[in-house]
């Protein structure tokens, strides 16, 4: 279900529109038209569906419009045409043309955002700071004061609750950030860059727990990043700007696969696949693999053997090797050694090396039974030496 739709939507910041959309529609650049009208075209033609707990990254070089983006979906950036839905129960709430009071409404009940300088009041406790929003929405002290507990506790902070802010650190404060926003249990969540300000070991930490806190509690997040490492982490959708539009929206895989233009490549380059690719997308299929007397080469003189697909067994000339299947969640330390292990195509990359490590055999990939493709160290090296997508030209 959408909760959030943007359609077409433009942002420009300047008095100019009369001249400056019609500039837009006959293809200037940006440039042009800060030359032409003085005007700084934020958002160009951006178009989006964000669904019921989806964690949608907006990524982007700077200025390329994504913290404009972002606010557009609470009412912050003036929309000069297009719309951009926000679900309200079972209406879709357009946030360039509701009023006053709905847009409070939508501020308070429906919308939250978290930004990267925490934004939080100094003069307040912990607790009370976390309780804040809660005031203006209406609840009264003994309820907030406990909704607000609970939220710390979320993320770790219990005993923090009567500290000033400027006594945590900064990824305290952060976390302080995530439980206010949290606790105004809106639909909808709004991060802008919440991360960037903190060190590496701590944002990776704050990533796993938004991840966390967002399987339990099902929210709709948009979260502004540069980092595609994080995008790809975090995001069950990423949508890449370059020069206030959307030049590339998909899952994380498929955007490391298949990167649309060269800007995005240059992202895609710099990226971990361990976190991203699965198994499919890094296999050898079976039909690509040396047949001999019906059985297949999987390297390091191992023959596979099939009937009608499925598997039958690996084998060292006549020697029947040891075999096993793993499912996610199962122990890897515990797969034994010189064991042929079989998987589902869509096992992750990590794990895939982490088999391998252990056993060090090939690993057979199947898909419903069917032996699809096998995982040697060359799968490995290929895609740890970024050869592993192809761009596609998009089409205009
Ligand atoms: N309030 C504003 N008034 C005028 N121009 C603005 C305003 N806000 C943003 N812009 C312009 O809109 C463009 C997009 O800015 P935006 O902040 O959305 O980029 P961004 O991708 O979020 O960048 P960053 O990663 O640096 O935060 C920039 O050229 C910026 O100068």
């Given at each position: 279900?959408?909760?959030?739709?943007?359609?077409?939507?433009?942002?420009?910041f300047?008095d100019?529109?009369a001249?400056?959309?019609?500039?837009?529609?006959?293809?200037h650049?940006?440039?042009?038209?800060?030359?032409?009208?003085?005007d700084v075209?934020?958002?160009?033609d951006?178009?989006?569906?964000?669904?019921?707990?989806?964690?949608?990254?907006?990524?982007?070089?700077?200025?390329?419009g994504?913290?404009t983006?972002?606010r557009?979906?609470?009412?912050?950036?003036?929309?000069?045409?297009?719309r951009?839905l926000?679900?309200d129960?079972?209406?879709?709430?357009?946030?360039?043309?509701c009023?006053?009071?709905?847009?409070?409404?939508?501020?308070?009940?429906r919308?939250?955002?978290?930004f990267?300088?925490f934004?939080?009041?100094?003069?307040?406790?912990?607790?009370?700071?976390?309780?804040?929003?809660?005031?203006?929405q209406?609840?009264?002290l003994k309820?907030?004061?406990s909704k607000?507990?609970?939220?710390?506790?979320?993320?770790?902070?219990?005993?923090?609750?009567d500290k000033?802010?400027?006594?945590?650190?900064g990824g305290?404060?952060?976390?302080?950030?995530?439980a206010?926003a949290?606790?105004m249990?809106?639909?909808?969540?709004l991060?802008?860059e919440p991360?960037?300000?903190?060190?590496?070991?701590?944002?990776?930490?704050?990533?796993d727990?938004?991840?966390?806190?967002?399987?339990?509690?099902?929210?709709?997040?948009?979260?502004?990043?540069h980092?595609?490492?994080?995008?790809?982490k975090?995001?069950?959708?990423i949508?890449?700007?370059?020069?206030?539009?959307?030049?590339q929206q998909?899952?994380p895989?498929?955007?490391?696969?298949?990167?649309?233009?060269?800007?995005?490549?240059?992202?895609?380059a710099?990226t971990?696949?361990l976190?991203v690719?699965?198994?499919?997308a890094?296999?050898?299929?079976?039909?690509?693999?040396?047949?001999?007397?019906?059985?297949?080469?999987v390297?390091e003189?191992l023959?596979?053997?099939?009937?009608?697909?499925q598997?039958?067994?690996?084998?060292?000339l006549?020697?029947?090797?040891?075999?096993a299947?793993?499912?996610?969640?199962?122990?890897i330390e515990?797969?034994?050694?010189?064991?042929?292990?079989?998987?589902?195509?869509t096992?992750?990359m990590?794990?895939a090396?982490?088999?391998?490590?252990h056993t060090?055999?090939?690993l057979?990939?199947?898909?419903?039974?069917?032996?699809v493709g096998?995982?040697?160290?060359?799968?490995f090296?290929?895609?740890l030496?970024?050869?592993?997508?192809?761009?596609?030209?998009?089409?205009?």
């Amino acid at each position: 279900m959408a909760v959030v739709t943007i359609e077409h939507l433009d942002i420009v910041f300047g008095d100019n529109l009369a001249k400056t959309l019609p500039l837009m529609d006959k293809g200037h650049t940006r440039n042009d038209i800060l030359g032409l009208t003085g005007d700084v075209v934020g958002v160009q033609d951006a178009n989006i569906e964000v669904n019921e707990g989806e964690i949608c990254v907006l990524m982007g070089l700077s200025g390329s419009g994504k913290s404009t983006l972002l606010r557009a979906v609470n009412g912050l950036n003036k929309i000069a045409r297009g719309r951009c839905l926000v679900r309200d129960g079972d209406e879709m709430v357009d946030m360039a043309t509701c009023d006053e009071t709905k847009l409070r409404h939508m501020r308070t009940h429906r919308v939250s955002m978290v930004f990267q300088s925490f934004a939080l009041m100094p003069w307040l406790t912990v607790l009370e700071n976390v309780a804040f929003g809660l005031e203006m929405q209406g609840m009264g002290l003994k309820e907030r004061l406990s909704k607000a507990k609970e939220q710390l506790d979320m993320v770790g902070l219990t005993q923090w609750a009567d500290k000033k802010p400027d006594e945590l650190s900064g990824g305290m404060r952060q976390r302080v950030g995530l439980a206010r926003a949290f606790a105004m249990d809106t639909d909808v969540l709004l991060m802008d860059e919440p991360f960037s300000a903190l060190d590496p070991l701590i944002r990776s930490q704050l990533q796993d727990e938004l991840i966390e806190l967002q399987k339990r509690l099902n929210k709709t997040i948009i979260f502004v990043s540069h980092d595609l490492d994080e995008a790809l982490k975090i995001g069950s959708k990423i949508a890449i700007m370059e020069s206030a539009r959307i030049i590339q929206q998909d899952e994380p895989e498929q955007i490391v696969l298949n990167p649309a233009t060269e800007y995005v490549e240059k992202f895609v380059a710099h990226t971990n696949p361990l976190n991203v690719l699965c198994g499919s997308a890094l296999m050898t299929p079976i039909a690509e693999l040396a047949k001999k007397e019906a059985r297949f080469s999987v390297g390091e003189n191992l023959w596979l053997a099939l009937d009608s697909g499925q598997f039958q067994g690996v084998y060292n000339l006549e020697e029947e090797v040891a075999s096993a299947q793993w499912a996610p969640g199962m122990p890897i330390e515990q797969v034994p050694a010189n064991t042929v292990v079989r998987v589902d195509e869509t096992i992750t990359m990590r794990d895939a090396v982490e088999i391998r490590y252990h056993t060090d055999r090939p690993l057979v990939l199947e898909n419903a039974g069917q032996c699809v493709g096998i995982l040697s160290d060359h799968n490995f090296y290929h895609a740890l030496l970024g050869k592993h997508f192809s761009r596609t030209e998009v089409s205009s």
